[in-house]
C-alpha cells in the first residue's frame, strides 16, 4: 500500500511539476504582455511632460521606466499627452540642462522646406504616405501620443517621395527627425535600446557618398564616407552615451554646407567633417540586432540651407523663421527651438536699437478661432522667452494672425508647414 502511495505522490508531484511549469510558462507570457503594457502607458505618461518642463522652470528629473517593445496595439495606445509620472531617472538631463545646451549650438535650421513630414493627417496602419519603401516594411503607428513612422521588420529602409527622387538636395541642406532611444540598462534583453538609424547619402549616379548611423545599444554615432568604388575610404565613430535621453525622444539635426557636414544630437554636435562630395538624395534606415520590436521617428524634415538672420531681416524687413516649433496644438516650445531664439536674442544684443512685432502663424488646420487663439499663445510664449533671457519687454510686441495668411498652399504638407511659422517684423 505505501509503495502505492508513494508511486501515487510521485506522479502527482511530477504532473504537479508540469501544470506548474505550464503555468509558469503562461504567467510568464502575461507577465510580459502586463509589463509591456504597463511600460507603453508609462511612457505615454512620461514624454509629454519632458519638454514642457524644460521651458517651464521644472528642474525636478524625468521618469525612468524600462521598455520592453513589440509592435503596439493601435487600439489600446493612451492618447493622453499631459499625464504626468513620478518615476525618477537619474540617467536623463535636466530640463534646464537641454536648454542650455541648445542655447550654444551652432546648428542653423534651414529656412526654406523642402520634405516636412509630421504625419498628422496620415492612417494608422497604412504606409507613410510621403514616403518610399526601398526594403523591409514599415507603417503609421501611434506611440507616446506621437504618430509616428514605425519600422515593423528589421532591416528597413524608406526614402522621402519627391518629384525629382534622385536629385533634391541643396548644396547647402539641413534635415532633422525626432528618433526614439529604449533603455541601456538592458542591453543583454535585446530590447528596444538595440535601435540602429541610418541616413544613407547618395549621388545622382547612385554612388555611396556618405552613411551616418545612430547606435544606441553601443551608445555610438558612426560615420562613414566613401569613394566613387564604394569602399570606405573614411569612418569615425563616437561615443554618445551622455547625451542620448534613455526612454525618450531624441533629436537628430544635421547640416551640409557646399562640402562641410555637421551632426548633432540633442544640440550637441558630434561630426565636423570639413571636406566631402555632395549628395543628391537619402534614405533612411532603421535596423536592430534581432528583428522584432518597432522603432518610431517622426517629424522629418529637408530644408534648404540658412541665410544669416541680419541678411534676411536687411533685405525683407522681417525674419520668417520655422526653426521654433511647439508641441502640437500647443503654444510649449520645444526645446530645439532655443537654437533659433538664442540667434534672436544675439542679433537684438548686437543692435540695441532693434525691436521686433513676434508673429505666430498656422496652417487651416482645424477652426479659425482656435488657430487665432493659439497663434496668440505661441507669438507669447516668444516673447516671454526672450525676456526671460534678457531682452527688454519694451523691444518686443506679441501679435497672433491665426491662419489669415498663409505663404503657400494649405492643400499640401509641405504647404502647411511652411504656413506653421513665426515671423520677427522689424518695427
Known sequence: ???????????????SAVEAQSFIDRLGQRAKQAAENAVERNVENKVGNAVDDAFNGNNDKGNKNNKKSNKPNNNEVNEDENNSSSNSNNNKPAPRIIEATYAKCDFVPGDEIIFDDDLATEQIGEFPSKWDLVDGNSEVVKFDGKMTIGFVSCPTVVTPLMKNSKNYLTEEFTIEFDFFAGDNSSLSENLLSRSQYFLQFYNEADEHVLEYEVHTADVTSTFWRYNSTLDKSVSSELEIKDLLIENNWNHFSLSFNKRALKVYIN?????????????????????????????????????????????????????????????????????????????????????????????????????????????EQRAQAIV????????????????????????????????????????????
Open 384 to 427: 516671454n522667452k526672450l525676456v526671460e533671457l534678457g531682452i527688454s519687454k519694451s523691444r518686443l510686441t506679441a501679435v497672433g494672425k491665426g491662419q489669415t495668411t498663409p505663404l503657400a498652399d494649405n492643400s499640401t504638407d509641405e504647404g502647411r508647414a511652411k504656413n506653421r511659422r513665426v515671423e520677427f517684423v522689424k518695427k
Open 267 to 375: 544640440g550637441t554636435r558630434v561630426t565636423n567633417v570639413p571636406n566631402m562630395k555632395a549628395p543628391s538624395y537619402v534614405n533612411l534606415e532603421s535596423r536592430r540586432w534581432q528583428d522584432h520590436g518597432v522603432d518610431y521617428v517622426t517629424n522629418f524634415r529637408i530644408c534648404k540651407g540658412a541665410v544669416p538672420l541680419y541678411d534676411r531681416m536687411m533685405t525683407d524687413g522681417k525674419i520668417i523663421s520655422y526653426g521654433i516649433t511647439f508641441d502640437i496644438n500647443k503654444s510649449t516650445i520645444k526645446p530645439e527651438s532655443m537654437v533659433e531664439i538664442s540667434r534672436i536674442k544675439k542679433l537684438m544684443d548686437e543692435n540695441p536699437d532693434l525691436k521686433f512685432e513676434v508673429q505666430g502663424h498656422t496652417d487651416n488646420t482645424g477652426s479659425a478661432s482656435t488657430n487665432q487663439t493659439l497663434s
Open 1 to 15: 500500500m505505501k509503495k502505492y502511495l508513494l508511486l501515487a505522490g510521485v506522479l502527482t508531484m511530477f504532473t
